[in-house]
Nanobody, 121 residues
Framework: QVHLVESGGGLVQAGGSLRLSCAAS????????MGWYRQAPGKQRELVAT???????NYADSVKGRFAISRDNAERTVYLQMNSLTPDDTAVYYC???????????????WGQGTQVTVSS
């Protein structure tokens, strides 16, 4: 069952902008936090930004001032507005949710399938 559906990746020139979206399915009973992680070729997956159900945010230093994460709790959707993109932002971006579905006893991590973001110089 697909629990997180991402959209919005693509190819953009350096200095440009993209907006990623991630919708969580109704299978979730509760969602504590949602966020975005990314993985570039040959590198480990790293945190980009997270947001709690209460609206608290956390950003990687490399994206502070350029990226903005937001959340629509009613729609169970998280967004990542990415501005002033550079080639270093090129990666597969993964949506993450910390929550519990009907089949879970405890909260756990859920991941989307990933969406490619490519920034050309």
């Amino acid at each position: 069952q697909v629990h997180l559906v991402e959209s919005g990746g693509g190819l953009v020139q350096a200095g440009g902008s993209l907006r990623l979206s991630c919708a969580a399915s109704r299978s979730f009973v509760t969602i504590i936090a949602m966020g975005w992680y990314r993985q570039a070729p040959g590198k480990q997956r790293e945190l980009v930004a997270t947001i709690t159900s209460g609206g608290s945010t956390n950003y990687a230093d490399s994206v502070k001032g350029r990226f903005a994460i937001s959340r629509d709790n009613a729609e169970r959707t998280v967004y990542l507005q990415m501005n002033s993109l550079t080639p270093d932002d090129t990666a597969v971006y993964y949506c993450n949710a910390v929550g519990r579905t009907r089949g879970d006893t405890y909260h756990r991590d859920y991941w989307g399938q990933g969406t490619q973001v490519t920034v050309s110089s």
